[in-house]
């Protein structure tokens, strides 16, 4: 029964060659543990908290699909079909499941419907299999779903014990919004909230502009902290916002912010501020605009004068910014500013869901 904190995973740099593992695709969605008893459905997050509401699609097919008592650890995740391209996962989309109204969660619920990969098993019966090795929870969990619909919404995630093989699949699966390979040792037991997994995820770099900061939380007036650095590139013309970079020490993050303090400028003088009715149809490309995610924080920031480049480590994009925080990695002087558009990013060669949905091929 609920609570229960899922395994984690340590990143590595590579497929590990040796020591006997399981690859599988790395997911992009929500971690999601799920509790089936008869009529009882629950979903929980990676930290604990209750999905159910928010996916009532989920709910009634687990009724229908899912063995009458078991407990599963996959993704939910939602995926669509672009017009100019295959079927992929849409993070984006996903978070916008997550709404405090229950007519919108009913509507998004038929325009937008989550789907569920289950990738490990944790009960099923009577019988707890956290003790058991993965080799034997896979092998059970494929029992148990052996008679899943073709057409989801509820899909066993594809495994292959051959790091060649996975290594394919690191290079081909992320044109469909998938971010790496997961490895398992054959022999591992499930530890709640202990790293047992691998993870491979992709690794790039970028030049960006520096465009502004955020204070620390900690900081003060007698000890002022860099908390993130904004950054920027251009599309026509326009400087975008395509995510921050933070992780800094202290001993940094006050050495940051001496070192920033001759560039700032009134925001008036700042090329976000020229274009604030672009920015309103653009939210995403212009910080500072509140969300139902951001609700409640102060997401103002103290902007600086255009003229730093910034060397920064990224995993993948989600649309138009970064997908997760990205690493300082150093300064740029040699580049202008004006150099650094969207053209450098690497775009991952196109590849359809509902291939990396299969379980048989490679």
Not at 80 to 92: I, K, V
Not at 206 to 215: M, S, T
Not at 349 to 361: M, Q
Request: glycine fraction near 6%; charge should be negative; include cysteine.
């Amino acid at each position: 029964m609920p609570p229960l904190q899922p395994m984690l995973a340590k990143s590595v740099k590579a497929v590990p060659t040796s020591g006997g593992h399981s690859f599988e695709p790395k997911w992009d969605g929500f971690r999601c543990l799920l509790f089936r008893d008869g009529d009882e459905v629950e979903l929980a997050s990676r930290n604990t908290k209750p999905l159910t509401r928010y996916f009532p699609e989920l709910v009634a097919a687990a009724k229908d699909q899912l063995p009458q008592r078991c407990v599963l650890d996959g993704e939910v995740f939602v995926a669509r079909t672009p017009d100019d391209g295959p079927r992929r996962l849409e993070f984006e989309v996903l978070q916008e499941r997550i709404h405090p109204a229950a007519s919108r969660i009913t509507k998004l619920s038929r325009e937008t419907p989550a789907e569920y990969v289950a990738f490990d098993l944790l009960a099923l019966g009577d019988r707890s299999y956290l003790d058991e090795p993965f080799h034997r929870r896979r092998a059970d969990l494929e029992q148990a779903l052996a008679q899943l619909p073709v057409k989801g919404p509820f899909h066993l995630t594809r495994t292959t014990t051959d790091p060649v093989q996975a290594e394919g699949w690191f290079a081909r699966f992320e044109g469909a919004g998938l971010d790496g390979v997961m490895a398992k040792p054959l022999d591992a037991v499930y530890g709640p909230n202990q790293r047992s997994m691998l993870k491979i995820k992709h690794s790039r770099t970028a030049d960006v502009v520096l465009c502004g900061y955020r204070e620390h939380k900690t900081s003060t007036p007698e000890r002022p902290l860099i908390g993130s650095l904004l950054l920027g590139l251009y599309a026509e013309g326009r400087l975008q916002h395509i995510g921050v970079c933070a992780s800094f020490t202290a001993s940094r993050r006050a050495e940051l912010y001496d070192e920033l303090q001759p560039l700032v400028v009134p925001i008036s003088e700042h090329p976000w501020a020229a274009w604030e009715e672009w920015a309103i149809a653009n939210p995403d490309r212009v910080p500072g605009t509140q969300s139902r995610w951001s609700a409640g924080k102060d997401l103002s920031f103290t902007p600086v004068r255009i003229e730093r480049v910034i060397e920064v480590g990224y995993d993948h994009m989600e649309g138009h910014r970064f997908r997760h925080t990205a690493q300082f990695k150093r300064w740029r002087h040699d580049r202008d500013p004006e150099s650094c558009g969207y053209d450098q990013l690497d775009e991952p060669v196109s590849y359809d869901l509902s291939e990396v949905l299969r379980s048989d091929g490679d």
